[in-house]
């Protein structure tokens, strides 16, 4: 069973969670679109490292289209990170073998998000995004950069059965 992220949750406004994220630790690929970072995080975290350890898979799977400076990661392509298991930090986790890896902290943050189900395509996301827009302005909540999706589910769970959801930093 893959561990995922904890967090606590802070409120809500209709469908969206406020939630409060702990420090977290990230393995990051800048990608020029899709899941093409996938392969190099997943060599990351199976051993291609210094220290040759493997390490666990930690659910989300984080994937952002735009980053600004005020996010995780400073890109202006799109980018997929793995988070590494709750409780390491920067200093514990080993250096990437391949340079498009970097690693990166997150600081403790608030995140507004709405969870969906699906395969997390490109209208359902945007059809999301649009959801949690409206419903920030609503609750005059600021957002603090861009959205970004999270993914929980392998590949070969079923649509109707995927957790997805997308989130974005805020201010209250």
């Known amino acids: 069973m893959t561990e995922t992220v904890p967090y606590e949750i802070t409120g809500t406004a ?3 969670e406020f939630r409060k994220y702990p420090p977290l630790v990230l393995a990051t ?3 020029p679109g899709g899941d093409s970072g996938f392969n190099l995080l997943f060599a990351y975290i199976s051993g291609n490292n210094t220290t040759r350890d493997t390490i666990s898979m930690t659910s989300p799977v984080i994937t952002s289209g735009r980053i600004p400076m005020t996010a995780p990661v400073v890109s202006t392509s799109g980018s997929m990170s793995f988070v590494m298991p709750p409780g390491m ?3 514990d986790v080993p250096a990437p073998v391949d340079e498009r890896v970097r690693i990166v902290p997150v600081p403790e943050r608030e995140v507004a998000v709405i969870r ?3 395969y997390a395509r490109k209208d359902e996301v945007a059809a999301v995004e649009e959801r949690l827009r409206v419903g920030l302005r609503k609750a005059e909540v600021e957002p603090v950069g861009e959205p970004f999706l999270m993914r929980y589910n392998p590949p070969w769970i079923p649509g109707f059965l995927r957790r997805n959801e997308l989130g974005v930093e805020i201010r209250r």
């Open 14 to 16: 209709g469908e969206i």
């Open 89 to 91: 930090s920067r200093d």
């Open 29 to 31: 690929v800048e990608s």
């Open 116 to 118: 969906f189900k699906g």
